[in-house]
């Protein structure tokens, strides 16, 4: 069964994407397609100010751009050296906020210790840090032209200073219709189709009711259907790096070394059914909130921004009512 995740790849400690296998354990052939860019804005700025930490109570990093954003300042400003040396010692004397556990990764990688990961999404990040901040110095987020306004607000409600610096701009990916086309007319309709943020929606949406026809029509007016005949046994395989996973390798997303199970296969526990429309799956609350706006039903939302979290909610949701 074909599932189809608008987004860009991001390889692990096991050289794949950590969707692509979760949701291979699953037996479900996902193919990544990007839908976003970024580009970089007032990197100067945000370089000086990540000179002077003591000019603020901490920092809060809400998303992989922002961190990539602060690696650019130290490459591009030789600043490296006198990160190592001493800068990363003072910010890790102060908090570092972030959401979620791919942006907590990519922040250990600059050498700074994270809190408040688990929280999953800006609002429960919010209550994280008005439960523990006490600074009288601003706490310093880089972040998009897009961001929302949950967490400044949250912070100002609360008389918790913080000082904002837009350091990259969402754009369209300038491949996503010749993506999206290709996939539609070698894979047809997927089973599910994930978005990973609401500008994510706002650039694919109108593509995808084009190639997807009548079939977006019906799941406006209808919902998801789950005809129990067609019956969908999805276990999960074992779960380490050397899995046999179903992975698409098409020119869409990364290749894979892993085998691809045929249709049928009992490693795979999933069936071909090509009456099955697709269903829409959102990375968070925010997103699916977005898909509401819409007027699309939402048939699963990851209880928190993971792989694991994504896989589980998508093959629930695939799962038929009244199977086993």
């Known amino acids: 069964m074909k599932v189809l995740l608008l987004k860009d790849a991001k390889e692990d400690d096991c050289g794949q994407d950590p969707y692509i296998r979760e ?41 992989p751009r922002a961190v990539e954003a602060a690696e ?11 990160w190592e040396r001493s800068l990363k010692e003072k910010w890790n004397a102060k ?8 942006t907590a990764s990519l922040v250990s990688k600059i050498g700074l210790d994270t809190e408040g990961e688990t929280c999953g999404n800006a609002e429960k990040l919010a209550e994280y840090i ?70 994510g929606l706002t650039y694919s949406l109108k593509h995808i009711q084009e190639l997807s026809g009548d079939n977006i029509d019906q799941i406006k007016t209808q919902g998801p259907q789950h005809p129990k005949k067609n019956c969908l046994q999805l276990e999960p395989l074992r ?35 090509e009456s099955v429309d697709a269903e829409f799956a959102a990375i968070g609350p925010t997103t699916a909130r977005a898909l509401a706006a819409q ?21 629930k949701a695939l799962q038929p009512h009244g199977c086993c």
């Open 72 to 82: 650019l300042c130290l490459e591009q400003n030789n600043k490296t050296e006198v």
């Open 130 to 199: 008005c439960s523990r901040e006490s600074s009288a110095l601003p706490l310093l987020f880089p972040c998009g032209n897009l961001k929302r306004e949950i967490l400044p607000k949250a912070l100002k409600d609360k008389g918790i200073a913080m000082e904002s610096i837009t350091v990259y701009q969402t754009v369209a990916h300038p491949g996503i219709q010749g993506n999206l086309n290709s996939y539609y007319s070698q894979q047809g309709v997927p089973a599910s189709i994930t978005f990973f943020s609401p500008s």
């Open 295 to 315: 007027g699309l039903p939402v048939s699963c939302t990851a209880e928190s921004p993971t792989p694991q979290a994504l896989a589980t909610g998508i093959r």
């Open 95 to 102: 908090s570092v906020y972030v959401v979620g556990n791919a």
């Open 239 to 273: 779960k380490d790096c050397t899995d046999t996973a179903v992975m698409v390798s098409t020119s869409l997303g990364p290749s894979s070394p892993c085998p691809s199970p045929e249709p049928g296969d009992s490693r795979s526990g999933w069936q071909t059914d």
């Open 23 to 63: 949701l291979g354990l699953y037996g479900l052939e996902a193919t990544l397609i990007p839908v976003l860019s970024f580009e970089f804005l007032s990197l100067p700025s945000f370089s000086e100010k990540l000179s002077h930490p003591e000019d603020y109570g901490g920092l809060i990093f809400t998303s």
